[in-house]
């Protein structure tokens, strides 16, 4: 069974510039998160999918984060513009969605993202 | 607010010794725990799930506690191996959909 796959797995950019990541996450899970990681942290959520739709973006920074989940498959997030403060690792996971509260979560690599 | 702490930050200890990982949380209102090991530049792997009525799990070498009431877990790794150096991390769910609260995790370092 194929994991979550994330790309790309590196991203430097430049200070006001955008960046777009992209998930597809194991085939029939219904629920995706995306987690951002800084150095030396565990993973903070940013948003949340049941399918298709955000059940839970109360921690994404609207005005310049922005995620979508088309067909409640594959998703993106995106920056614009990036700033240094986002340099991070972008983590993806999904799971089952049977009973999220108790369905262990599977994560991909994650993408580095350097902010020059 | 729901805070998780992990401690030690930074652990090495030599091989064949067994490791003894701690994390305490702040509302003992949990789903569950899970416990998940990252190795550099790579995503996180579940190690040990323990459903908020269970007070253990083990798989392997692997052991983990929940202590619900004292906001207490621990995994204890047996006869560590220079394999098992990486950085754990504990995490409660929080809420119905699965929300995750994630401590900084400790590093271990196990030398032949």
């Known amino acids: 069974e194929a994991g979550v796959v994330q790309s790309p797995r590196y991203k430097i950019i430049e200070k006001k510039q955008p960046v777009a990541f992209w998930c597809n996450p194991i085939?029939?899970?219904?629920?995706l998160y995306w987690y951002l990681q800084n150095l030396g942290q565990g993973p903070e959520l940013l948003i949340r999918y049941e399918n298709e739709e955000a059940v839970d973006d109360s921690q994404l920074p609207k005005d310049r984060f922005s995620a979508e989940r088309l067909k409640g498959v594959d998703s993106t997030l995106k920056i614009q513009p990036a700033e240094l403060g986002d340099s991070a690792v972008y983590l993806c996971?999904?799971?089952?969605?049977?009973?999220?509260?108790?369905?262990?979560?599977?994560f991909g690599p994650g993408t580095r993202l350097t902010v020059l | 607010k729901q805070e998780v702490t992990q401690i030690p930050a930074a652990l090495s200890v030599p091989e064949g010794e067994n490791l003894v990982l701690n994390c305490s949380f702040t509302d003992s209102a949990i789903y569950n725990l899970q416990w998940f090991r990252q190795d550099p530049g790579k995503g996180l792997t579940s190690l040990l799930l323990?459903?908020?009525?269970?007070r253990e799990q083990t798989s392997g070498r692997l052991n983990a506690s929940l202590d619900k009431s004292s906001g207490r877990s621990t995994l204890y790794i047996a006869a560590s191996q220079p394999g098992d150096s990486a950085t754990y991390l504990c995490?409660?769910?929080?809420?119905?959909?699965?929300?995750?609260?994630f401590g900084a995790g400790t590093q271990v370092v196990v030398t032949p």
């Open positions: 996971a999904s799971s089952p969605g049977l009973a999220p509260s108790t369905d262990t979560q599977y």
């Open positions: 995490a409660v769910t929080t809420d119905s959909w699965g929300k995750l609260q």
């Open positions: 323990i459903q908020s009525s269970q």
């Open positions: 085939s029939g899970h219904n629920t």
